[in-house]
């Protein structure tokens, strides 16, 4: 059962490390993402803190993953 858990974690790890960095590049070249002056508006600042939350998950789901494995 461990090992199914260690398995689910670095799924979502790899998951995370594959898709939001594309969505972050998608994200940066929509036009809500600067104003008309070229400053980040809110609706970059607010995407790039949700990826960055899901980037800190990744890693923390990935070194659980392999703690897990390694313990078993």
Partial sequence: MLTLLAVLLLVNAVFNVVVWPR?????SADPRARDADGRRTRFFTVHAIL??????????????????????
Wanted: glycine share 8%; hydrophobic share 80%; proline share 0%.
């Fill in 23 to 27: 969505f972050f590049g998608r994200i």
């Fill in 51 to 72: 990826i960055g939350a899901a980037m800190v998950i990744a890693v923390v789901s990935a070194i659980a993953a392999v703690v897990a494995l390694i313990i078993r």
